[in-house]
């Protein structure tokens, strides 16, 4: 189960980057996301840098069905995962549905 649930400002433009505030109990983690669009591979990607400008995570793909971050806890930054809003779309976000039919939610894993 996800606690405290926080939806990224995502839309499906293919290059994006922002900074965000991701609250995590009773801290408040800055990061800038960087989501890039693989034309040729058919799926997002996301990069994950630090307030210092490390990068944390690169090319992390945006694929649906679990916690995007399991395989790194050692960067205690919760839970990430792809929800599909529009249960007749594809099985992971294509080029036009990441913030629509795909949106991406953080939070605390309560598990």
């Not at 800055?30 to 994950?48: D, H």
Request: proline share 7%.
């Amino acid at each position: 189960m996800l606690k405290n649930p926080y939806v990224l400002p995502v839309t499906s433009q293919p290059n994006q980057t922002f900074k965000t505030v991701i609250p995590l109990g009773a801290r408040n983690v800055e990061l800038t996301i960087q989501l890039s669009f693989r034309e040729v591979a058919g799926y997002w990607t996301m990069n994950l840098i630090d307030k210092s400008g490390h990068m944390l995570l690169a090319n992390l793909p945006l694929f649906k069905g679990g916690n995007l971050l399991y395989q790194y806890p050692y960067l205690d930054l919760g839970y990430l995962t792809v929800l599909q809003m529009n249960p007749n779309s594809a099985e992971y976000p294509g080029a036009g549905q990441l913030g629509s039919d795909f949106i991406l939610v953080w939070g605390e894993d309560d598990g």
